[in-house]
């Protein structure tokens, strides 16, 4: 029936009612598609210039593909492909020449072109650069210049309110540093230092070291002079030292004499008073060990106690009367060890300069004494660093080599004076250098 219907229509006869209802579908569905066209069109020319997502440009308005009229949806727009054309205003109806589909050739204007979105781009086509908005200067709030201008003022304030404190914290460090070294100075028994110290030692050897060398000729036999020196109380160890100097250079054999005297005063200078706990006589030496060993964990206690000690010395130096028990100790002890020195040399000199050399050893232990005691109130105690003959070796930087030494050999033979050394911050440091003799 359909054939024969369609048979008619071709061959100029009157359409059956099946034929009619086809050619109404097609006007339809070529209406709807002139109305979606028209309104999508529309609203392609109200989106902002300013989208980061389309770049507006002079070329030719993109066209749209066809219809799908299958699925019903309008199909993705594309920079290669053009819009559907404006539809016509003329509402005419022209004659059915039996094509699906009316002509759409109407004239239409160009549109600016407009690329999609970078995530819709259809196969094959190039990527488009999508376009990142600028930031202007005008569109910067007033209101937050502000603020930032506001929150850079208050930190400038506030770094110059902290740096104002800063600078009174330090003025208040170094007024309690002065009260503190005051204060120190107040307890301290004698206002002597490191330096003062190392020039008084240094001036007390070679007041030594020069009037043995004036009193060389006065050596009554070198035989005996020997003996007495040799016969000296923990003095064996250094004999074959002693031998050996003089087998070595029998014409020097007064300069060897006069090196074991040098040797034989610093060393009872160092062990009755460099060597004392406080001072030489002082009653409270051996108790003041035992209170050092006590408070052992608790070393700037022991500090203050024995500074404070040396304070009660010196004024019991100044004043006798008022302490005659501890100045008679005291004094008692430094006869006992003038005369235990004096014993020994006058055996080795001539009777005429015994007084000579007395008067010479009272004075060595005076000038010692009052080294001991300024050695002792530092908070940083002056220690004489002990050497063993025949075993140390010299360090060129505590040690200076006596007259007669051989200079190839490094091994220490005899302990003319030793170096003096303090320890600060756990690093020992050298005050004055010693005196040996090596071969």
Request: charged content about 25%; overall charge positive; proline content about 7%.
């Amino acid at each position: 029936m359909f054939g024969k219907n369609r048979k008619m229509n071709f061959l100029g006869g009157k359409p059956d009612k099946s034929a009619s209802k086809t050619t109404t579908s097609f006007s339809n569905a070529d209406a709807i598609y002139r109305k979606a066209s028209a309104e999508f069109r529309k609203s392609l020319t109200k989106l902002p210039e300013s989208d980061p997502f389309f770049d507006i440009s002079n070329s030719q308005t993109p066209r749209a593909s066809s219809f799908n009229s299958s699925s019903g949806h309008l199909p993705l727009m594309s920079s290669t492909k053009s819009l559907p054309p404006e539809p016509s205003t003329n509402n005419s109806k022209k004659p059915n020449d039996g094509s699906l589909c009316p002509s759409t050739t109407a004239p239409h204007k160009k549109d600016k072109t407009i690329a999609p979105h970078p995530s819709i781009q259809p196969p094959g086509s190039l990527p488009v650069k999508a376009v990142k908005p600028k930031l202007l200067r005008s569109s910067v709030n007033n209101n937050q210049i502000s603020k930032i201008t506001e929150k850079l003022d208050r930190s400038r304030q506030d770094n110059k309110e902290l740096t104002q404190k800063l600078g009174a914290k330090r003025q208040e460090i170094e007024r309690i540093k002065k009260e503190y070294s005051e204060y120190m100075k107040s307890i301290r028994a004698v206002d002597e230092d490191h330096c003062t110290i190392t020039e008084k030692l240094n001036r007390l050897h070679t007041n030594i070291n020069q009037f043995l060398m004036n009193v060389k000729g006065d050596i009554a036999d070198p035989t005996t002079a020997v003996k007495a020196f040799l016969d000296v109380k923990g003095w064996g160890s250094i004999e074959p030292a002693v031998r050996h100097l003089l087998q070595k250079n029998p014409s020097s054999t007064a300069s060897t004499i006069t090196r074991l005297a040098e040797k034989f005063i610093n060393e009872h200078i160092t062990k009755s008073i460099y060597n004392s706990p406080i001072y030489l006589g002082l009653p409270q030496n051996d108790a003041f060990v035992d209170v050092c060993q006590y408070m052992e964990g608790y070393n700037n206690w022991a500090t203050r106690l024995r500074q404070q000690l040396c304070t009660i010395v010196t004024e019991v130096l100044k004043e006798p009367s008022k302490n005659s028990e501890i100045y008679k100790a005291i004094e008692a002890a430094k006869t006992q060890l003038i005369m235990r020195m004096l014993n020994t040399l006058s055996l080795v000199y001539s009777h005429s300069v015994h007084e000579k050399i007395e008067a010479r050893l009272r004075s060595y232990v005076e000038e010692a004494a009052t080294i001991s005691l300024a050695m002792h109130s530092l908070p940083n105690v002056v220690h004489p660093y002990p050497l063993t003959e025949g075993v140390d070796k010299v360090n060129p930087e505590w040690i200076d080599l006596s007259y007669g030494s051989a200079a190839e050999n490094d091994t220490i033979q005899m302990v003319v004076c030793p170096p003096f050394t303090y320890e600060e911050d756990g690093v020992l440091n050298i005050l004055t250098k010693g005196k040996v003799v090596t071969f």
